[in-house]
């Protein structure tokens, strides 16, 4: 069973930066494809960003490209998602989520495990 925690939500400006943060339980963290998805309120939770378990490969949602970015540190088994020049419409509750294997997945349905989110929000 793999477990997955976030963190470093919170209130930050239209133009800040946040880092969440997705601290994950189990020896083969570094064999998981990890991703970030979002869900703000009355809409459908979306895709934000991927990255393969090697690191090499990112794949980002049009909404944040050149915003975000997403990178992993497999000896901590944790993976990140810098957040800057933060918008109103970025706010919602953050999850990340894994799946073993090696192939970028921007699905939701393709993910097998799920942390229980974290909230962003940001003020105009």
């Known amino acids: 069973q793999v477990q997955l925690v976030e963190s470093g939500g919170g209130l930050v400006q239209a133009g800040g930066s946040l880092r969440l943060s997705c601290a994950t339980s189990?020896?083969?963290?570094?064999?998981?494809?990890m991703g970030w998805f979002r869900q703000a309120p009355g809409k459908e939770r979306e895709f934000v960003a991927a990255?393969?378990?090697?690191?090499?490969?990112?794949y980002y949602a049009d909404s944040v490209k050149g915003r975000f970015t997403i990178s992993r540190d497999n000896a901590k088994n944790t993976v990140y998602v810098q957040m800057n020049s933060l918008k109103p419409e970025d706010t919602a509750v953050y999850y990340c989520?894994?799946?073993?294997?090696?192939?970028?997945?921007?699905?939701?349905?393709?993910?097998?495990?799920w942390g229980q989110g974290t909230q962003v929000t940001v003020s105009s």
């Open positions: 990255i393969s378990w090697i690191g090499g490969s990112t």
């Open positions: 989520a894994g799946v073993a294997g090696m192939a970028l997945a921007t699905s939701e349905d393709e993910y097998d495990y």
């Open positions: 189990g020896r083969t963290f570094r064999r998981y494809v």
